[in-house]
Protein backbone atom coordinates (compact mmCIF):
# COMPACT_ATOMS: atom_id res chain seq x y z
CA UNK A 1 0.00 0.00 0.00
CA UNK A 2 2.67 2.49 0.33
CA UNK A 3 4.52 1.60 -2.93
CA UNK A 4 7.60 0.61 -1.37
CA UNK A 5 8.12 3.90 0.77
CA UNK A 6 8.73 1.73 4.05
CA UNK A 7 5.69 1.64 6.04
CA UNK A 8 7.40 0.57 9.33
CA UNK A 9 10.19 3.27 8.52
CA UNK A 10 10.67 5.84 11.48
CA UNK A 11 10.46 8.20 8.78
CA UNK A 12 9.66 8.40 5.14
CA UNK A 13 10.46 10.54 2.44
CA UNK A 14 7.57 11.30 -0.23
CA UNK A 15 6.59 12.96 -2.79
CA UNK A 16 3.67 16.49 -1.33
CA UNK A 17 0.91 14.67 -3.12
CA UNK A 18 0.90 11.17 -1.39
CA UNK A 19 0.90 12.65 2.14
CA UNK A 20 -2.23 13.68 3.93
CA UNK A 21 -1.84 16.71 6.64
CA UNK A 22 -3.53 14.97 10.37
CA UNK A 23 -6.93 16.69 11.20
CA UNK A 24 -6.93 19.17 13.99
CA UNK A 25 -7.21 18.09 17.10
CA UNK A 26 -6.10 14.57 16.25
CA UNK A 27 -2.73 13.16 17.46
CA UNK A 28 -1.05 11.28 14.14
CA UNK A 29 -2.07 7.94 15.43
CA UNK A 30 -5.82 8.61 16.00
CA UNK A 31 -5.26 10.01 12.09
CA UNK A 32 -3.89 7.17 11.24
CA UNK A 33 -6.14 4.60 13.01
CA UNK A 34 -9.22 6.30 11.02
CA UNK A 35 -7.17 6.10 7.69
CA UNK A 36 -5.89 2.90 7.71
CA UNK A 37 -9.32 0.44 8.02
CA UNK A 38 -10.31 2.32 4.94
CA UNK A 39 -6.78 1.71 3.09
CA UNK A 40 -6.84 -1.82 3.83
CA UNK A 41 -10.45 -2.03 1.85
CA UNK A 42 -9.79 0.29 -0.63
CA UNK A 43 -6.45 -2.63 -1.64
CA UNK A 44 -8.55 -5.54 -0.82
CA UNK A 45 -11.53 -4.77 -3.03
CA UNK A 46 -8.90 -3.66 -5.93
CA UNK A 47 -7.39 -7.28 -5.12
CA UNK A 48 -10.53 -9.06 -5.51
CA UNK A 49 -11.37 -7.81 -9.33
CA UNK A 50 -15.00 -8.20 -8.88
CA UNK A 51 -16.92 -8.02 -12.07
CA UNK A 52 -19.65 -9.36 -13.76
CA UNK A 53 -22.36 -8.29 -11.05
CA UNK A 54 -21.55 -11.15 -8.55
CA UNK A 55 -22.30 -11.96 -5.14
CA UNK A 56 -19.79 -10.58 -2.53
CA UNK A 57 -19.85 -12.16 0.93
CA UNK A 58 -18.00 -9.31 3.77
CA UNK A 59 -18.01 -10.96 7.39
CA UNK A 60 -18.40 -8.43 9.95
CA UNK A 61 -20.31 -5.78 7.80
CA UNK A 62 -20.51 -3.02 10.53
CA UNK A 63 -16.47 -3.38 11.83
CA UNK A 64 -14.12 -0.95 10.47
CA UNK A 65 -12.80 -2.55 7.49
CA UNK A 66 -16.28 -3.96 6.67
CA UNK A 67 -17.99 -1.23 6.78
CA UNK A 68 -15.64 0.38 4.07
CA UNK A 69 -15.99 -3.19 2.00
CA UNK A 70 -19.82 -2.76 2.51
CA UNK A 71 -20.22 0.80 1.13
CA UNK A 72 -17.97 0.60 -1.74
CA UNK A 73 -18.27 -3.16 -3.14
CA UNK A 74 -20.68 -2.72 -5.96
CA UNK A 75 -18.66 0.39 -7.29
CA UNK A 76 -15.70 -2.35 -7.47
CA UNK A 77 -18.06 -5.00 -9.51
CA UNK A 78 -20.25 -6.18 -7.10
CA UNK A 79 -24.22 -6.91 -7.86
CA UNK A 80 -25.16 -8.34 -4.11
CA UNK A 81 -23.81 -7.23 -0.74
CA UNK A 82 -24.28 -10.06 1.85
CA UNK A 83 -22.93 -8.64 5.48
CA UNK A 84 -22.77 -10.50 8.72
CA UNK A 85 -23.21 -9.19 11.97
CA UNK A 86 -23.65 -10.04 15.42
CA UNK A 87 -25.68 -7.54 17.20
CA UNK A 88 -29.19 -5.79 15.52
CA UNK A 89 -27.32 -2.93 15.75
CA UNK A 90 -24.49 -3.88 13.83
CA UNK A 91 -26.77 -5.55 11.79
CA UNK A 92 -28.76 -2.45 10.96
CA UNK A 93 -25.68 -0.56 10.28
CA UNK A 94 -24.43 -3.23 7.72
CA UNK A 95 -27.87 -2.52 5.99
CA UNK A 96 -27.59 1.63 6.28
CA UNK A 97 -23.91 1.09 4.30
CA UNK A 98 -25.31 -0.83 1.64
CA UNK A 99 -25.93 -4.19 2.39
CA UNK A 100 -28.77 -6.20 0.20
CA UNK A 101 -28.66 -9.15 3.02
CA UNK A 102 -27.59 -8.89 6.24
CA UNK A 103 -27.17 -12.12 8.52
CA UNK A 104 -26.83 -12.21 12.15
CA UNK A 105 -23.04 -14.22 12.42
CA UNK A 106 -23.98 -16.49 14.95
CA UNK A 107 -26.90 -17.86 13.52
CA UNK A 108 -25.96 -21.96 13.43
CA UNK A 109 -27.41 -22.13 9.92
CA UNK A 110 -25.83 -19.23 8.27
CA UNK A 111 -23.91 -20.36 5.77
CA UNK A 112 -26.95 -23.08 4.59
CA UNK A 113 -29.95 -20.50 4.70
CA UNK A 114 -29.23 -17.16 4.08
CA UNK A 115 -32.70 -14.86 6.04
CA UNK A 116 -35.45 -14.80 3.76
CA UNK A 117 -34.10 -16.57 0.83
CA UNK A 118 -34.64 -20.26 1.45
CA UNK A 119 -31.45 -21.51 -0.35
CA UNK A 120 -28.12 -21.55 0.05
CA UNK A 121 -25.23 -19.42 -1.10
CA UNK A 122 -23.71 -21.43 -4.02
CA UNK A 123 -20.63 -20.83 -6.38
CA UNK A 124 -17.22 -20.44 -6.88
CA UNK A 125 -15.31 -19.69 -3.17
CA UNK A 126 -12.27 -16.93 -3.31
CA UNK A 127 -11.09 -15.69 -0.46
CA UNK A 128 -9.12 -12.35 -0.42
CA UNK A 129 -6.49 -11.51 2.02
CA UNK A 130 -3.07 -13.37 3.74
CA UNK A 131 -2.69 -17.17 2.49
CA UNK A 132 -3.52 -19.04 5.15
CA UNK A 133 -6.35 -16.92 6.34
CA UNK A 134 -9.19 -19.23 7.79
CA UNK A 135 -12.40 -19.51 5.94
CA UNK A 136 -14.70 -16.91 5.66
CA UNK A 137 -17.21 -18.69 8.16
CA UNK A 138 -16.17 -21.40 10.22
CA UNK A 139 -19.39 -23.28 8.88
CA UNK A 140 -19.41 -22.54 5.73
CA UNK A 141 -19.48 -26.13 3.63
CA UNK A 142 -16.63 -25.83 1.10
CA UNK A 143 -19.22 -24.81 -2.09
CA UNK A 144 -20.25 -21.31 0.39
CA UNK A 145 -20.49 -18.00 -1.18
CA UNK A 146 -18.83 -16.50 -4.32
CA UNK A 147 -16.06 -13.90 -2.62
CA UNK A 148 -15.80 -13.06 0.65
CA UNK A 149 -14.02 -10.08 1.68
Not at 85 to 99: M, S, V
Request: aromatic share 2%.
Amino acid sequence: MTGGLGAYAEYVLLPAAMACPVPDGLTPEQALAGAAPGALALALLHKAALSGGGTVLVEAGASSVGAYLVRHAKEFGAGHVIATAGTPAKRERAAELGADTVLDHNTPRLARRPAGRGRGLRGDRRRIGRAGARPPHPRAPAACSTTAC
